[in-house]
């Protein structure tokens, strides 16, 4: 798998972060110094008008302002103009002008070496107030006194300018004219632009030499640890772990994780050994599963009908456990030619557990059971059985019933278990709501009462567990005693072994992808009667 350069990664992400942040402080140094760029010109440009609005006499200056005749005074001072604009780095342009109402009159201009003649102005060119100039100029030339504030003329034309201005006086205290210095601004941005240019490149060398640094700090503290660390990871796949720690010098998160890694390699380790054992244990735990499994399907007869020669009945029965083991037993045999002993019964719980005390049961009922008595006798006698030896005060309900084969009559007890099913001469099944006792292995001393009833016929006895009744549904509805009815009566005609899996293809279809939780067990019996010889 091709490895992302993390060192780079994070190296692009640092410079993009560090140009973000240079940017920023460029922008704003750009307009500080904007700022304080226009401050110093005007500050200088202040200076120079003052003085030479100091140095300006207007009474000897005042005829040649008048007329526009050349005097050595008006020579001179034209020199001096000259003089200071040559000298005076970035002025563009140096005036003196008289104010009017809506315009002003030049009187004289400085001119430098290399100047445009045609751009100069002469004594005695008029110029209208411009609508910025008007603005700003006027309110000073009203208020006789020099501009105190940066003006910036023309801003949104191709030549932008600085303008500053000082009034000039004559002996009375009288303003009379005004000396005005104007910078165009690209010359002042130009510097601006050149020093910002300047600073950047400053920048871009410090963040080439930032990035140098911070790659291989990044790669020799961050990058060729995660790197001896991803090659350990890709060892240990193949089976090969032995992390270096070299690498990890510092007392960092790194070094953390790097231990944290080693200690889960071992844990790992030893969670895989636990696994195997595991799985080894639950494998010989599945084995002793399944032959309990057999054990105890063999335990249940499963040849219909039982006995050779006995054409008085059908049955069929069926043991469905949850579990690998079941709680759930049925049994029939013969007592004697003439009387059959029919046994369903289900115990508490599940699993290992259940299967045994099942067992137990089976054989205590049918060793009593072929002893003689009724079943009320029989079930007192495994009852306080059970009860001699059962630490984990397990039950089980049973129903026996004992059915004379001649007759049809039926004499059975019940201890604790589910309502049987009878279907009589007009073939309808109904619940038979039995007198019932208590469980067999609950209590000691327990009695039990028999009762009698008689099958036709082609009557027709079911039996089952309550597995049946109470089978889930996806919405956690109970099959229950009326779809138990419901589902006899639909197969009225149906031999013992189709009713059995007629019920326990309803109950699947009842239950969906619901998960069997109880053990299944059903035992459908049919009475033919003795023929006659």
């Not at 000073?140 to 003329?153: C, F, G, P, Y």
């Not at 072929?370 to 007192?380: D, S």
């Not at 019933?401 to 001649?406: A, N, S, T, V, W």
């Not at 039990?448 to 889930?472: M, N």
Request: proline share 4%.
């Amino acid at each position: 798998m091709k490895r992302n350069k993390l060192g780079m990664r994070i190296t692009i992400v640092q410079t993009v972060l560090i140009s973000v942040m240079a940017s920023i402080i460029i922008l704003v140094s750009y307009f500080a110094f904007r700022g304080t760029y226009l401050r110093f010109y005007y500050d200088k440009a202040q200076d120079i008008v003052r003085i030479l609005a100091n140095e300006t006499e207007w009474d000897k200056l005042s005829g040649y302002a008048e007329t526009g005749v050349e005097d050595e005074y008006s020579r001179t001072l034209q020199s001096l103009y000259n003089d200071v604009k040559t000298n005076s780095t970035g002025i563009d342009y140096l005036y003196l002008f008289v104010p009017g109402e809506r315009s002003f009159t030049y009187v004289l201009e400085a001119v430098k070496p290399g100047d445009d003649l045609d751009m100069i102005s002469k004594w005695g060119d008029e110029y209208p107030y411009g609508e910025d100039e008007y603005k700003m100029l006027v309110p000073d030339i009203k208020a006789k006194k020099e501009s105190t504030e940066i003006h910036l003329m023309n801003e949104n034309t191709d030549s932008p300018g600085l303008e500053v201005w000082a009034p000039v006086f004559d002996s009375s205290g009288e303003m009379r004219a005004m000396v005005e210095a104007d910078y165009r601004l690209p010359q002042i941005f130009g510097e601006l632009n050149n020093y910002v240019i300047r600073i950047i490149l400053i920048i871009l060398a410090c963040i080439l030499v930032a990035i140098i640094l911070l790659y291989i700090y990044l790669y020799v503290s961050l990058v060729k640890p995660i790197n001896a660390l991803t090659n350990e990871v890709s060892s240990y796949e193949h089976g090969e772990m032995n992390l270096n720690m070299k690498p990890f010098t510092h007392d960092d998160e790194l070094r953390f994780m790097a231990v944290s890694f080693e200690e889960m390699t071992h844990r790992i380790e030893r969670y895989n050994d636990e696994v195997k054992r595991i799985s080894a244990e639950k494998e010989r735990i599945s084995t002793e599963l399944s032959i309990a499994t057999q054990i105890q399907s063999g335990m249940l007869p499963t040849i219909f009908p039982n006995f050779v020669g006995k054409e008085e009945y059908e049955l069929y029965a069926l043991m469905t456990p949850a579990k690998e083991v079941g709680g759930d037993f049925y049994d029939f045999f013969n007592i004697d030619d003439d009387h059959l002993a029919l046994v369903i019964a289900d115990v508490s719980g599940k699993g290992v557990p259940a299967a045994l005390f099942m067992m137990m049961s089976m054989v205590l009922i049918k060793s009593r059971t072929q002893q003689g008595g009724t079943p009320a006798e029989i079930l007192e006698y495994v009852n306080d059985q059970l009860c001699l030896s059962n630490p984990n005060e397990m039950f089980v309900t049973i129903w026996l019933g004992i059915i004379d084969l001649g007759t049809g009559n039926v004499i059975a007890s019940s201890a604790g278990h589910e309502f049987p099913v009878i279907a009589g001469e007009d073939g309808e099944y109904k619940l038979f709501k039995d007198p019932h006792g208590f469980v067999c292995g609950g209590m000691e001393g327990m009695i039990y009462q028999d009762y009698e009833f008689s099958i036709p016929k082609g009557g027709r006895l079911f039996v089952y567990t309550d597995g049946v009744p109470e089978a889930h549904n996806e919405k956690d509805e109970l099959f229950e005693f009326e779809r138990i009815e419901a589902v006899l009566n639909r197969n009225k005609k149906a031999s013992p072994q189709d009713t059995v899996s007629e019920m326990m293809k309803a109950i699947r279809e009842f239950a969906g992808s619901k998960e069997q939780f109880d053990d299944i067990t059903m035992l459908s019996f049919l009475y033919k009667g003795k023929t006659n010889a």
